[in-house]
């Protein structure tokens, strides 16, 4: 039979499966194969191949690879535990980034303290290398082999599938589990794993079901690549954005307003740096500026589709007997805006930009510092345009998305997100507005991912995840093109040919987020912001209270020149006041004695450097006005 490879075809024998053709194309492909799609579907290796099928061999390079083998290692905890608990019941184990948890019902509660033995039981698994097989069942007699079992957990899962689906299992030696699949061919593929914590977690996520016990793994293809992960771990916690932000005085977490952070003086000296960052760039780019109301009626998220899409997220109140919600999202006030003036062909593009405050119903338990919070300031942006503008628009953002994130020091990669399930408008105004996306991004030579059915319910979507300065990605820019909302909201201008036409419209944001990008941020540059961010950029050390009036005079002249300065006018030691300015990560510390206030210079210490240098006021305040003009980052 003929099978079709990306590259080229491959003859086999009838009945071949997947792992055969693996071998058939090289022995190197062979040993380095976990799983394989054919016709597009991801399976096992052991699944057999019929006339004209597609197939592609799936190695540990591959995510789906790695997410084969991180389920794998899923099966092989709960083979463990049940060798050792064999009174448990099991719920579910999938795959998570880096890792893989397992739902567990214990008899007898466990602890961290009993991850050893649970992981030495995993290692005689692995080192075993038992065969995975698959096998399927009627619906009948899988309710039958669960209930031998005793995985009641199992059985309910079984009588909500529907009425046509298969129902797989998967055997290892004597352990037999519920599973769609696939899995690695046997349990000598796994290389390095680790149980990392333990946690509550309530069955299908209702807190009225039983709480169950929630043990977490990482697995990776390698040993070096686990190790590097812990390292990462720990440099992060040393980054941790909310104990910066309370140790350099940026912002406060209050039980008077959870999830709703109060910023403090330097907090806001660094918020108001990047709006004007964000400003001037846009000022440039074309764009006009707006604010838009934070309460508006309910009759307009109603228009919008939010109240029916995202009303749980919302805080809604009554103005005057009237339904109103506070807004989660800034695009229905732009629609309002675009609708205030007749508009014509010959205004497009019209870019409209705004930092509007938002806010959003997170649950408690989701919130964490200025990553997850209730209300954040979002720097939107409605684009207006014409049919045939659409992609030139979409590429003028990428670019300006690309000059912002390379300014901070972000590498970044890209994903498309295709329509959901819940989605807005017809099926033709969806495939056209996903394949502008695409044009954008191709002509761009940008490569991405797709994410199928991750879109926003009006329309597809580009996001960008940057990558910050110890590997970790973190969604933030998005490029959303909608159909739908200039529809909704009877949106028009006047054509060329006279007529009334529906404009086209993108909404864009590339911080997504200002406090979250400043949580961001803090943990980028563990709190060690480049000069033109900091929100001191100097401090001022007199070693004595005789030079006090110097140090003073030295920060009026340097403060009269737009430099951030602070004098510590405390009766310390010089060593004490230089620790503690260091603790406070400030770019530059200047030293004044007696030799400074009589020569006119200061002692400059640059963070990070270890030789010092004697400058002249002004020679300090050029070095230290260029590095800001610049933005240098490092």
């Not at 939107?380 to 690309?402: G, N, S, Y």
């Not at 400043?518 to 001022?540: C, D, M, N, R």
């Amino acid at each position: 039979m003929n099978i079709l490879l990306k590259a080229g075809s491959l003859d086999l024998e009838n009945g071949a499966n997947c792992a055969k053709a693996a071998q058939a194309i090289s022995e190197g492909l062979a040993r380095s194969a976990v799983a394989a799609k054919i016709n597009g579907v991801l399976c096992d290796l052991s699944t057999e191949l019929h006339e004209g099928d597609k197939l592609e061999i799936i190695t540990l390079k591959d995510k789906e690879g790695m997410e084969v083998y991180r389920h794998t290692c899923a099966h092989v905890l709960a083979q463990a535990i049940k060798n050792i608990y064999p009174t448990c019941n099991l719920a579910i184990g999938p795959v998570i980034d880096n890792g893989f948890y397992y739902d567990i019902d214990f008899n007898t509660p466990i602890s961290q303290e009993d991850f050893k033995k649970i992981e030495v039981e995993m290692q005689k698994i692995i080192k075993s290398k038992i065969p995975v097989e698959r096998f399927e069942l009627p619906r009948a007699e899988a309710i039958k082999l669960m209930q031998k079992y005793g995985e009641k957990y199992k059985v309910e899962l079984i009588n909500d599938l529907p009425e046509d689906a298969t129902i797989s299992f998967y055997k290892q030696g004597t352990f037999t589990d519920l599973c769609r699949g696939p899995h690695l061919p046997n349990t000598g593929k796994i290389k390095a794993f680790k149980l990392v914590s333990i946690a509550g977690a309530y069955w299908r996520g209702n807190e009225k079901n039983k709480m169950l016990t929630r043990i977490y793994g990482v697995a990776f293809a390698k040993k070096d690549e686990m190790d590097a992960y812990f390292e990462m771990l720990e440099e992060a916690k040393k980054r941790d954005h909310i104990r910066l932000g309370k140790e350099l005085k940026l912002f406060a977490l209050l039980n008077e307003g959870k999830g709703f952070p109060f910023f403090l003086p330097n907090g806001m000296v660094l918020k108001n740096t990047l709006v004007d960052f964000w400003r001037d760039l846009h000022r440039k780019e074309g764009y006009v500026e707006i604010q838009t109301p934070i309460i508006l009626t309910r009759n307009l998220w109603e228009n919008s589709g939010h109240w029916d899409h995202y009303k749980d997220n919302m805080y809604t109140t009554k103005i005057d007997g009237e339904d109103c919600a506070v807004k989660p999202m800034n695009c229905p006030g732009g629609m309002l805006v675009y609708k205030l003036a007749p508009r014509s062909y010959k205004d497009f593009p019209l870019r409209m930009s705004e930092m509007g405050l938002v806010h959003r119903h997170e649950k408690s338990g989701q919130l964490h510092g200025l990553f997850r919070v209730r209300c954040f300031t979002q720097d939107d942006a409605h684009i207006f345009m014409l049919p045939e503008q659409i992609t030139d628009e979409i590429k003028r953002v990428v670019r300006l998305t690309d000059a912002i994130y390379k300014q901070f020091g972000f590498k970044y990669k890209v994903e498309l997100s295709t329509r959901p399930e819940n989605s807005m408008g017809s099926l033709e105004d969806w495939e056209q507005a996903t394949s502008a996306l695409q044009a954008a991004l191709d002509e761009l030579g940008l490569e991405y991912e797709i994410n199928e059915g991750d879109g926003a319910f009006y329309g597809p979507k580009i996001d960008f995840h940057l990558q910050d300065s110890i590997g970790r990605t973190w969604q933030c820019g998005t490029i959303q093109l909608d159909f739908q909302m200039p529809q909704r909201f009877d949106l028009e201008y006047v054509g060329e040919d006279g007529q009334k036409h529906r404009p086209i419209m993108i909404h864009r944001a590339i911080f997504g987020s200002i406090e979250r990008f400043i949580g961001i941020l803090i943990e980028h540059f563990a709190g060690k912001f480049p000069v033109w961010l900091s929100p001191v950029q100097v401090k001022i050390l007199p070693i004595t209270d005789r030079t006090l009036d110097y140090a003073e005079g030295v920060a009026s002249k340097l403060a009269a020149e737009g430099i951030r300065c602070e004098v510590d006018k405390r009766s310390e030691k010089i060593g004490y006041k230089i620790r503690e300015a260091k603790l406070e990560k400030v770019p530059y510390i200047l030293v004044v004695g007696d030799k400074e206030a009589e020569d006119g210079t200061v002692n400059v210490n640059k963070r990070g450097v270890e030789e010092k240098e004697t400058l002249s006021i002004s020679d300090f305040v050029a070095k230290v006005k260029e590095e800001d003009a610049k933005k240098i980052i490092f």
